[in-house]
């Protein structure tokens, strides 16, 4: 079965009207005023077909963040990023267009939360285009996560993303299309440079345009919190929340945002390969607990919003049982081969990982400097040693190494002994000086033994 999805960029038709002037459009906004619907379009519009210059863009952008942007023209700008390239439409597949569902990360430190929830949703029958991206920084993204196994192509066409998600396989983890929302990649290079990638507003329009842009019938946010998070203070993560799903909804989009804990690293690897193995075995129903419940938690969401599931409980139960009966596991091996992997080693990813996935030459251990019970394992700490034996990148043209990282032995509230193994380094060169005791500052230590709760700490846009 193929669906041709309806790719037509509404906003290069649109001529920039005689009405428009852009020095005057930029006053308004650097004198705090609201710009209109259409005043935010014919912006968009100008920087596409270039005839807004550079410089002018820069000056709005610094006008929008000087002055803030409100409710109404945050979700107008959203909705023009999101017109200005391709646009999935999925009304050729009929009710099936009820039960597409994607998620978003704010991003985090051993956040591989994706890589089985894309597989536990397609296996409990929702549709996911899920379209990710790379990391820049300490550690890979999805993409980076994905590719550290051989064959697998995340560079997939738009008419190829639509086959397989309207296809019984039901999804597919892809790369951007360079036609999807090419809009927010010039105000993004824009924002780079003018110093103006922290406003809230414009850190909204870009995440929702690139989600909208895929039209979802429902979209799930993880927005995360804490000292690994781009986000560190519950505050500003409460409001980034409550400003993504107010566009979401505004866009008629069933959204919902979990505000979830980002202290210490999601599971026990941080490093491509090593989040990939681990993502596997909460395929096979034996992943960490905290990873399970955020898959569990932002699945079960998506289930109950399409319908599939009754209650927000029993979404969470099916996504669970899709992790332990192995049908989870078995859409990841399709979706696999569906994208380049041969069979035979999308088998043995699935059955014995460790005989595919790639392995750093060395391991160095880690021992803990004193006795008591693990409070933390300080997110970023971890992160800086994991870009530091190259599992990130520092520049867009930079190279990861998929094997290497850190794994973390203990969890939280476990007790721990001065010289016991608390984690491991994995590496192909030789570590840096100092590297060892900057992994060793991440462990700390309570006399006072520990209970930790779920790392869901807020649900925004309830239904």
Not at 197 to 203: D, W
Request: net charge negative; proline share 4%; charged share 20%.
């Amino acid at each position: 079965f193929f669906c041709l999805p309806n790719f037509v960029s509404l906003l290069p038709f649109l001529t920039m009207s005689k009405h428009f002037h852009m020095p005057r459009v930029l006053a308004k906004k650097r004198d705090g005023n609201s710009l209109s619907s259409d005043e935010i379009f014919q912006f968009v519009n100008g920087c596409i077909d270039e005839s807004i210059g550079r410089d002018q863009i820069g000056a709005m952008l610094m006008a929008m963040y000087l002055n803030g942007m409100s409710d109404d023209e945050t979700v107008a700008l959203t909705d023009a990023l999101k017109l200005s390239g391709d646009v999935l439409n999925w009304d050729c597949m009929g009710n099936d267009k009820n039960v597409v569902v994607d998620k978003h990360s704010t991003g985090g430190v051993g956040d591989k939360v994706s890589i089985p929830l894309a597989p536990a949703l397609m296996a409990c029958g929702c549709k996911v285009p899920m379209i990710s991206g790379r990391g820049l920084g300490h550690t890979g993204g999805t993409l980076d996560k994905l590719e550290s196994i051989p064959g697998f192509d995340v560079k997939i066409v738009p008419s190829k993303i639509t086959e397989l998600v309207a296809s019984e396989l039901n999804g597919c983890m892809v790369g951007q299309s360079s036609t999807l929302v090419p809009g927010d990649r010039i105000l993004y290079a824009t924002r780079d440079v003018t110093s103006t990638v922290t406003s809230q507003p414009l850190i909204v329009a870009s995440i929702m345009s690139k989600k909208i842009a895929e039209s979802p019938a429902a979209l799930v946010l993880d927005v995360k919190t804490g000292e690994g998070a781009f986000m560190d203070t519950f505050e500003k993560s409460e409001s980034l929340a409550n400003a993504l799903v107010h566009v979401g909804q505004a866009l008629g989009i069933k959204t919902t945002a979990f505000i979830t804990e980002m202290d210490c690293p999601i599971g026990h690897m941080t490093g491509n390969a090593l989040e990939v193995a681990e993502s596997i075995d909460c395929m096979c129903g034996k992943g960490p607990k905290d990873l399970e419940e955020l898959v569990c938690f932002q699945g079960g969401q998506l289930l109950f919003l399409t319908g599939i599931a009754a209650t927000k409980e029993d979404g969470y139960q099916k996504i669970r049982s899709s992790l332990h009966d192995g049908s989870a596991l078995e859409s990841f091996r399709k979706m696999m081969i569906s994208q380049g992997v041969t069979e035979k080693d999308a088998g043995l990813v699935c059955s014995d990982y460790w005989q595919v996935l790639p392995r750093a030459s060395q391991v160095t251990e880690v021992k803990s400097n004193g006795s008591g019970f693990v409070k933390n394992v300080k997110a970023m700490s971890v992160a800086i040693v994991a870009g530091d034996v190259g599992a990130g990148r520092k520049t867009q043209d930079d190279e990861i190494d998929p094997a290497v990282g850190v794994e973390i032995v203990l969890e939280r509230g476990d007790k721990v002994e001065e010289g016991q193994v608390w984690a491991r380094i994995h590496h192909n060169k030789p570590l840096i000086d100092g590297l060892v005791d900057q992994l060793n500052s991440a462990l700390v230590i309570s006399d006072e033994s520990c209970e930790f709760p779920s790392r869901l700490l807020k649900t925004i846009g309830e239904y």
